[in-house]
C-alpha cells in the first residue's frame, strides 16, 4: 500500500465502506496511525466473517480453518446446508464466542443472509479492533452531506476521509454489445457462451468461501478437454436447461442477499460439478474395493485439486502422497463423531435461536440506553475477556513460510 497515502490519512478521521477482504486489510494496516474511535468501519449490507489461519484452541498448533473440508466431513456438515454440526466452530474460530453471529456477533455488520449463503469475509482478524474498541462498526447509510455522513439508526459521522471498498464491475470492450449484455449465469456453468462455445470466460466465478484459483483450474481442465475434443458438451436444449435450473438454484441459494456479485456459487460443490462433467470426480466406490486404507486417506484429507487425479492409475499414488500430506494434524474419525452428535442435538440451530435473542437485545431502545453505564460495561468486559485473553487473537500466516501439516 502506498505510504504517501497512509501518511496523508494520519490522525484524520478516516470512513472505511465495504465488507469485503480489502476493507479489512486497509482496517488492519492503518489502525495504527489513527487516533482510537476515529477509524470508521461501514459494511451497509452486512457481512459473514471468517477467520482464515488460527488456532483451534489455545494449545493446538495454528492451521488454516479452511482444511475443514474433507469429503467425509462434506458428508456429515454438507456446505449448501449450512455446515450443520459444524457451523458453532465456524463462529467460535472467527468471532471468539458461540454467540458470535455470522462470526463476528456485531449487530451494525449483521444482514437476512444463512451461514454459507452468502460471500464470507476470510480476514476476521480485523474485527478484533472493534472488540478493543479502536475501531467502530457502523450500519446502512442513509445520506451523505459534504464530508458527514447519515445512518440509518439516526447517528451521524463527519470525516476527513472516505475510502470506498466496493468491489469492481467486469467489463469486456473487446467484445461484442450481444456478448457483453449476457450475464454469466446465462453461460453454461457460467464459463461457455450458450452461442458460442469456442468462448469461454475463465477464472470470473466467485467461491463463498475458498480460492478463486481453485475454481479456474477446474474451469480450465473443463474447457482444455471441450476444445480437445476429449469432453463433449450437451446438446444446446440440454444446455439451456441446466443454464435455467443453476440460475435457478442460486437464485434461491443467495435469495437474501443483495446478489451483487453475480458470479457467486458454492465452491467445493461447483467444483464437483465440473468434475462431473469431465470425468474427473473420484470414483470413491472402486477405490474403497481396492484399497480401503487409500478410500480412507481419500475421504478424511481437506480438499485438494489432487483428489481429481485419483481415476488416474499413473497419478494415483502421487495424489494419495500429496493427500496423506495434507491430512496430517486435521479432522479425526472421533471429531466427525463429535460433529455428528451436535448436528443430531441440533446444537446450530439453538445457537442461532439465541444469536438472535442477542442480537435483538443489542438493538433494543433498553440495552442502547443502559449499555454505557459502568455496571453494563464491566459485565462487557468479563464477557470479552475469554475473548481478549484466551481466544487465538494474534496468529496471522505468515507467506514466507509453509503451511504447518
Known sequence: MDNHV???CLWKRV????????????????????K???????????????????????????????KASSKILRWVAPHRKGKPGLAWACHWTSGGSLLAYQGHGIPEFRNDAHFFRSFINKNANALDLITDGIVVPKGK???????????????????????????FCKEFPFLPQQIRSKKFCERFKFMFDADDLSLVFVG????????????????????????????????????QRIIAEDADFYRDYFKETSRRIDTLVEGLGYVDELANIT??????????????KNWLTAVLSPYHGCLYLLNDPERREMALATLRRHKAGTNSPIQLVWISLFRLLW??????????????????????????????ACLNNMWLYPKKHLFDRSTRYDRSKPLSP
Open 279 to 292: 470425468g474427473n470426480y473420484p470414483d470413491f466406490w472402486s477405490l474403497f474395493k481396492q484399497s480401503p
Open 15 to 34: 470512513l472505511v465502506v465495504g465488507g469485503g477482504e480489502f476493507a479489512s486489510d486497509i482496517i488492519t494496516y492503518w489502525h495504527e496511525d489513527v
Open 36 to 66: 482510537p474511535a476515529s477509524l470508521h468501519w461501514c459494511i451497509p449490507r452486512g457481512q459473514h466473517f471468517f477467520r482464515n489461519y488460527a488456532k483451534l484452541l489455545p494449545w493446538r498448533r495454528p492451521q488454516a480453518l479452511d
Open 204 to 239: 470470473f466465478v466467485r467461491p463463498v468461501v475458498g480460492s478463486i484459483l481453485t475454481i479456474a483450474e477446474s474451469q480450465s481442465r473443463l474447457a482444455a478437454r471441450v476444445f480437445s475434443g476429449r469432453v463433449e458438451l450437451p446438446s444446446a436444449d440440454q444446455r
Open 347 to 376: 446444537f446450530d440451530a439453538l445457537l442461532d435461536v439465541l444469536g438472535i435473542i442477542k442480537y435483538k437485545i443489542q438493538m433494543s431502545k433498553a440495552w442502547k440506553a443502559v449499555k454505557d453505564c459502568r455496571v453494563i
Open 141 to 167: 447509510m442513509s445520506g451523505c452531506h459534504g464530508n458527514t455522513i447519515e445512518y440509518a439508526d439516526g447517528s451521524t459521522g463527519e470525516y476527513d476521509v472516505i475510502i470506498l471498498c466496493t468491489g
Open 6 to 8: 497512509v501518511t496523508c
